[in-house]
């Protein structure tokens, strides 16, 4: 498992009111740009790949009434840092179904992940799928509508350090 504490900052937290994907993408990536954590031509793949490669997770699975949540990402090449970038979104977003590409999902939480390290990307999402397995739904519903960036990060922090001290 990684170091949480490297894991997400707080200055990389947000909170979307963007009503379609392209527009929350470009959003996160404005202000991830601005602060170094990703490179110019990241948007552009970021987009293209979630096109080509939809990451909307259906998490009817995980309980009731717990919001979809999609894990965008692209390849290390146009990240600077290793971090995981949650985003609330205040309205349902369309995204498509990783496992059944053609579904469209209405998503309420993304988990962007970056990681500079080419083969870094399946320990981030191992990590997000281990957060996914072992928190209640009753938690899981109640920080994925989160809307306050602070009440996220600390959230989120505290579950990812617990996790490590299991470990």
């Known amino acids: 498992m990684?170091?949480?504490k490297k894991l997400f900052a707080p200055n990389a937290v947000f909170v979307s009111d963007q009503p379609k994907?392209?527009?929350?993408?470009?959003?996160?990536?404005?202000?991830?740009?601005?602060?170094g954590y990703v490179k110019g031509n990241f948007l552009s793949h970021i987009v293209e790949r979630e096109h080509n490669f939809p990451t909307g997770l259906d998490t009817s699975t995980l309980g009731k009434n717990i919001p979809n949540i999609a894990i965008p990402h692209?390849?290390?090449?146009?990240?600077?840092?290793?971090?995981?970038?949650?985003?609330?979104?205040?309205?349902?977003?369309?995204?498509?179904?990783?496992?059944n590409p053609e579904q469209p999902l209405e998503v309420k939480f993304l988990?962007?992940?970056?990681?500079?390290?080419?083969?870094?990307?399946?320990?981030?999402?191992?990590?997000?799928?281990?957060?996914?397995?072992?928190?209640p739904a009753n938690e899981l519903r109640e920080v994925f509508n989160f809307t306050d960036p602070h009440a996220i990060y600390a959230f989120l922090k505290q579950k990812f350090e617990d996790k490590e001290k299991e470990d």
């Open 2 to 4: 990684t170091n949480s």
């Open 21 to 35: 994907q392209d527009l929350v993408l470009k959003e996160v990536y404005d202000n991830l740009l601005e602060q």
């Open 74 to 99: 692209t390849e290390g090449e146009f990240v600077n840092t290793k971090l995981i970038v949650p985003v609330s979104l205040t309205t349902p977003v369309v995204f498509h179904n990783m496992i």
């Open 111 to 135: 988990f962007m992940l970056l990681d500079n390290d080419p083969d870094g990307q399946a320990e981030l999402l191992a990590s997000v799928m281990d957060f996914l397995a072992d928190t």
